[in-house]
């Protein structure tokens, strides 16, 4: 299902057009593939720096936003035993379980596997970026 475009009014100040992107990011489904290609539209649709507005009100890229939505996601669906690890890489858009692993172990700092079996042991997880 294709995302609503992102568009501001001219006259939005960068604060709101800061807010609404985070809105919009807010809004994106987990699987999304987010691109920059989304943000340079809404660039030229007078959006202006939208990357450093956003840095500005949030601290982070909208790119390094979307990707903690993602990771809060994995995090909580990893702690549930009852989510097989398969269901969680295809709900965040991976097509290959070894590509949702090599996310999570760059992210987390061990496999799906270990992740789970530390948040079930009520241990943190190695790296946990958030």
Same mark, same amino acid.
């Given at each position: 299902m294709? +995302?609503?475009p992102?568009t501001?009014? !001219?006259?939005d #100040?960068?604060?709101?057009?800061a807010? #609404? ?9 987990l ?9 340079t539209d809404?660039?030229?649709s007078?959006?202006? !720096?939208?990357t450093? %507005?956003f840095?500005?009100?949030?601290g982070?890229t909208p790119?390094?936003? %979307?990707d903690?939505r993602r990771m809060q996601?994995?995090r /909580?669906?990893l702690?549930?035993?009852l989510?097989p690890?398969? +269901?969680? #890489?295809?709900?965040?858009?991976? /097509?290959?379980? !070894?590509?949702?692993s090599e996310?999570?172990?760059?992210r %987390?700092?061990? !496999?799906?596997r270990?992740?789970?079996e530390?948040?079930?042991a009520?241990?943190t997880l190695?790296?946990?970026p958030?």
């Amino acid at each position: 299902m294709p +995302t609503m475009p992102l568009t501001f009014d !001219s006259d939005d #100040a960068p604060e709101e057009k800061a807010d #609404a992107c985070r809105r919009w990011l807010d809004e994106l489904p987990l699987d999304t593939h987010f691109r920059q290609k989304e943000l340079t539209d809404a660039r030229a649709s007078g959006a202006g !720096s939208l990357t450093a %507005f956003f840095r500005r009100l949030a601290g982070i890229t909208p790119k390094r936003y %979307f990707d903690r939505r993602r990771m809060q996601f994995c995090r /909580r669906q990893l702690a549930d035993p009852l989510v097989p690890i398969k +269901t969680i #890489a295809i709900d965040l858009g991976f /097509r290959r379980l !070894s590509d949702f692993s090599e996310w999570v172990t760059l992210r %987390f700092g061990a !496999s799906p596997r270990h992740c789970r079996e530390l948040l079930l042991a009520g241990k943190t997880l190695p790296k946990y970026p958030l």
